[in-house]
């Protein structure tokens, strides 16, 4: 397990140093937080990063081929992902809790590496809150770091004055979130690995091997089967109108990318994803649990319901869940409960519209969509599972096929000839 050095000032001020093992970073934090201190930096002793190194060589990025400047560039202006927001977070929430006042926190945060987060978004907000705006509304400024979703909860903890429990909520979803999208890239991982190596060996097979063989064909004095005749056929497009590839493969994209953007398209394409066989399963699971997860944290940290509803939506990706969010809170505003138009809308499932309405009644519906969350993950993790388990032999028999009809194709025509000559 990697090693992380950290140096963390205790609530009294006393400094002391030492060494954890944990998984990554973020837990290293974690668990300073929980000891009582307060961690001023935290960094992988030479074992430990090592290990990042190996971990992090796994998801190579093009990035690291870049100049170090362009790196920066390209850094500043993409949207930080979610373990990144998450870290930031971490990290504010433990400055405010030691006690810093808000403004020497955020240049406390100049000086912490937050990857994804460049160091003058904290500067930035910390000179809009010295000249006295809050800090939602300095965060409000920066959309491509902070989303309506995070500006929102920042405000309802001001207005709270519970911001570092705030802080840590949000910190707690986006690192929930992170690891789900970690365990569905690497459920994909071996089956697009397949897919890629497989169209690789056909695409050699049909340019480099086949033309040899339609040369020992050519000599035979027999009719070829069907089968080799396509092989033939497919060969000579191979070879012939290879440079079409690029084009081809290009319009479709753009095609695809056309009809995806477009209202009905994008819509056809969610809807297909829900209904197909077993990935639509995860895929539904899924967008249920980011939905209460979403819409319980919004609620649990006294955002309005109209509000929670209203940036729920577009936090969502799917438009039919889209949809239905809008009718939720078009019902809600003329007086109806949440539980209604969830049951009319025939999208969700039955048990969470049960559990909202128990949670109505209860008057605690962010804990229902909090246990519904925690149970659609659990979910997921095991329809993952399951998905991975199918897609493996399901590829192994699409190749078998594959590969089967090009052996087919190859050695009819020699048993042909041979069957000819006795």
């Given at each position: 397990?990697?090693?992380?050095?950290?140096?963390?000032?205790?609530?009294?001020?006393?400094?002391?140093?030492?060494?954890?093992?944990?998984?990554?970073?973020?837990?290293?934090?974690?668990?300073?937080?929980?000891?009582?201190?307060?961690?001023?930096?935290?960094?992988?002793?030479?074992?430990?990063?090592?290990?990042?190194?190996?971990?992090?060589?796994?998801?190579?990025?093009?990035?690291?081929?870049?100049?170090?400047?362009?790196?920066?560039?390209?850094?500043?202006?993409?949207?930080?992902?979610?373990?990144?927001?998450?870290?930031?977070?971490?990290?504010?929430?433990?400055?405010?809790?030691?006690?810093?006042?808000?403004?020497?926190?955020?240049?406390?945060?100049?000086?912490?590496?937050?990857?994804?987060?460049?160091?003058?978004?904290?500067?930035?907000?910390?000179?809009?809150?010295?000249?006295?705006?809050?800090?939602?509304?300095?965060?409000?400024?920066?959309?491509?770091?902070?989303?309506?979703?995070?500006?929102?909860?920042?405000?309802?903890?001001?207005?709270?004055?519970?911001?570092?429990?705030?802080?840590?909520?949000?910190?707690?979803?986006?690192?929930?979130?992170?690891?789900?999208?970690?365990?569905?890239?690497?459920?994909?991982?071996?089956?697009?690995?397949?897919?890629?190596?497989?169209?690789?060996?056909?695409?050699?097979?049909?340019?480099?091997?086949?033309?040899?063989?339609?040369?020992?064909?050519?000599?035979?004095?027999?009719?070829?089967?069907?089968?080799?005749?396509?092989?033939?056929?497919?060969?000579?497009?191979?070879?012939?109108?290879?440079?079409?590839?690029?084009?081809?493969?290009?319009?479709?994209?753009?095609?695809?990318?056309?009809?995806?953007?477009?209202?009905?398209?994008?819509?056809?394409?969610?809807?297909?994803?829900?209904?197909?066989?077993?990935?639509?399963?995860?895929?539904?699971?899924?967008?249920?649990?980011?939905?209460?997860?979403?819409?319980?944290?919004?609620?649990?940290?006294?955002?309005?319901?109209?509000?929670?509803?209203?940036?729920?939506?577009?936090?969502?990706?799917?438009?039919?869940?889209?949809?239905?969010?809008?009718?939720?809170?078009?019902?809600?505003?003329?007086?109806?409960?949440?539980?209604?138009?969830?049951?009319?809308?025939?999208?969700?499932?039955?048990?969470?519209?049960?559990?909202?309405?128990?949670?109505?009644?209860?008057?605690?519906?962010?804990?229902?969509l909090n246990n519904l969350a925690d149970t659609?993950?659990?979910?997921?993790?095991?329809?993952?599972?399951?998905?991975?388990?199918?897609?493996?032999?399901?590829?192994?028999?699409?190749?078998?096929?594959?590969?089967?009809?090009?052996?087919?194709?190859?050695?009819?025509?020699?048993?042909?000839?041979?069957?000819s000559i006795h």
């Amino acid at each position: 397990m990697p090693q992380f050095s950290y140096k963390a000032r205790k609530r009294t001020g006393e400094m002391v140093e030492g060494i954890l093992e944990v998984p990554d970073r973020s837990a290293a934090l974690m668990q300073i937080q929980r000891s009582g201190l307060f961690p001023l930096a935290v960094e992988a002793t030479k074992a430990g990063a090592a290990t990042e190194t190996k971990r992090a060589a796994k998801g190579v990025s093009l990035m690291l081929f870049l100049p170090p400047t362009l790196q920066a560039q390209l850094s500043q202006k993409r949207k930080p992902k979610l373990q990144e927001l998450a870290t930031f977070t971490t990290q504010l929430a433990n400055l405010l809790n030691s006690g810093m006042p808000l403004t020497t926190a955020l240049t406390s945060m100049t000086h912490l590496q937050t990857k994804g987060i460049p160091s003058n978004v904290s500067l930035e907000l910390k000179q809009e809150v010295t000249e006295g705006r809050g800090l939602s509304d300095a965060m409000a400024r920066q959309p491509r770091i902070f989303s309506d979703l995070y500006v929102n909860m920042v405000k309802a903890g001001e207005s709270s004055g519970s911001l570092v429990q705030v802080l840590r909520r949000m910190a707690t979803h986006f690192q929930q979130f992170a690891d789900i999208q970690a365990k569905f890239k690497s459920a994909m991982i071996y089956p697009v690995m397949v897919i890629c190596v497989g169209i690789l060996l056909v695409i050699f097979f049909m340019t480099f091997m086949m033309p040899k063989f339609i040369d020992i064909f050519n000599g035979f004095n027999v009719e070829l089967p069907l089968p080799t005749r396509l092989l033939i056929g497919a060969s000579h497009i191979f070879t012939r109108w290879w440079w079409l590839a690029v084009p081809v493969a290009l319009a479709i994209v753009v095609l695809f990318k056309r009809f995806q953007t477009s209202a009905a398209g994008g819509r056809k394409l969610d809807e297909w994803r829900m209904k197909a066989p077993v990935f639509g399963n995860v895929v539904k699971i899924n967008l249920f649990g980011q939905f209460a997860r979403t819409l319980g944290t919004l609620l649990q940290n006294g955002v309005p319901v109209l509000t929670a509803l209203k940036i729920t939506e577009q936090v969502m990706s799917n438009m039919l869940i889209k949809e239905a969010i809008i009718k939720t809170r078009e019902a809600v505003t003329d007086g109806k409960t949440l539980a209604q138009p969830l049951a009319q809308s025939k999208l969700f499932p039955q048990l969470m519209v049960d559990l909202v309405r128990i949670g109505e009644e209860t008057g605690d519906v962010p804990g229902a969509l909090n246990n519904l969350a925690d149970t659609y993950e659990n979910e997921l993790q095991i329809a993952l599972r399951v998905m991975s388990d199918l897609i493996g032999p399901l590829l192994i028999i699409v190749m078998a096929i594959v590969v089967g009809f090009l052996l087919l194709s190859i050695f009819l025509p020699l048993f042909k000839l041979i069957a000819s000559i006795h």
